[in-house]
């Protein structure tokens, strides 16, 4: 069987048995330029050498075509995806057709420990700011500079304080449903999704600010339902990942704070948990994680910032005593 079609009865198989569309997606893109790169050979005929030599061509020759034009290399976290994706599609192709593994040598790239750097308040602050107003400054010097409210504030502001507050992951804020928030003590159900393996069915919290930017925003939507996406673009459609990263770089840019994505948001309410005195098997239930790696990433991460915000603050040292 040519590898382009068993690409595709693996999607198929790995979509119905719960799969992520996200995370298959990915799989299969990976998997295709495979495919490219040993021009769609039959998959019985791909040797432990032709893996090894695709690895490689990832890691040094592959020129990614982004929409921003950047050629940079890949990150390390695609090359361990790339390496998932072969891993997944073996153990499914091997299982269907018995006809061996050639992947299981594979050597896994290494990634490199990723450095959180959490949202201070002063960037939460203007990213809230830039969420609620234009600033417009006139022309003439007659008039001074001043705000106009944008049309989406409530639900944009309603979005950055949610990411803040419950620390979910991007997908399952824009799974939410209107009855998945309860107004009333703040209380968010996150739904199980696919497999489970990445989503787990949990209760996490919001603040009273959360509530308050909650409750204007979904008071101004008409002939709302229960089972309504809770955020929607302007055209009534549920708001995508990639829309609710679009709105966070146009809302960074003016705001003037780099490094704006979803997922940083997560990163800075669970170093601010640990470093408030919250335990790492609370933040693990939390954030939904299945083990406390990542949990004690996060935990070195709060423990790591404490010292150097001592150093800094250091009395002794700054008196120079």
Request: net charge positive; with cysteine; glycine share 6%.
């Amino acid at each position: 069987m040519l590898l382009s079609k068993a690409i595709e009865g693996f999607v198929v198989a790995k979509l119905a048995s719960g799969y992520s569309s996200n995370t298959l997606g990915m799989y299969r893109v990976y998997l295709k330029l495979l495919s490219s790169f040993i021009h769609d050979a039959d998959v019985d005929t791909i040797k432990p050498a032709d893996l090894e030599r695709f690895m490689a061509w990832v890691s040094t020759e592959y020129k990614p075509h982004r929409v921003n034009g950047d050629a940079s290399p890949v990150k390390p976290a695609t090359l361990a995806n790339t390496w998932s994706a072969i891993r997944s599609f073996w153990g499914w192709y091997d299982s269907e057709f018995h006809t061996g593994r050639p992947d299981l040598k594979l050597a896994r790239p290494r990634a490199q420990a990723q450095v959180v750097e959490p949202f201070t308040e002063n960037e939460v602050r203007a990213l809230v700011s830039a969420a609620e107003a234009f600033d417009i400054h006139p022309k003439t010097d007659r008039q001074k500079p001043y705000k106009t409210k944008r049309k989406t504030s409530d639900r944009d502001v309603s979005i950055i304080l949610t990411l803040l507050d419950t620390g979910v992951r991007v997908g399952e804020l824009c799974r939410l449903k209107v009855r998945d928030v309860d107004l009333a003590n703040g209380e968010v159900t996150v739904i199980a999704y696919g497999s489970g393996q990445k989503t787990k069915p949990r209760h996490v919290y919001t603040g009273k600010a959360a509530r308050r930017a909650l409750w204007r925003y979904l008071a101004q939507r008409e002939d709302i339902q229960p089972t309504d996406p809770l955020f929607l673009t302007v055209e009534d459609r549920p708001l995508t990942r990639s829309g609710i990263s679009s709105l966070l770089k146009n809302l960074a840019g003016r705001a003037h704070v780099a490094n704006v994505h979803p997922h940083r948001f997560r990163y800075t309410f669970a170093i601010t948990y640990l470093r408030n005195g919250g335990d790492v098997f609370t933040l693990q239930r939390i954030l939904g994680h299945s083990t406390l790696d990542m949990v004690k990433r996060y935990l070195a991460l709060a423990d790591a910032d404490d010292a150097e915000t001592h150093r800094r603050a250091s009395p002794a040292d700054r008196w120079r005593l």
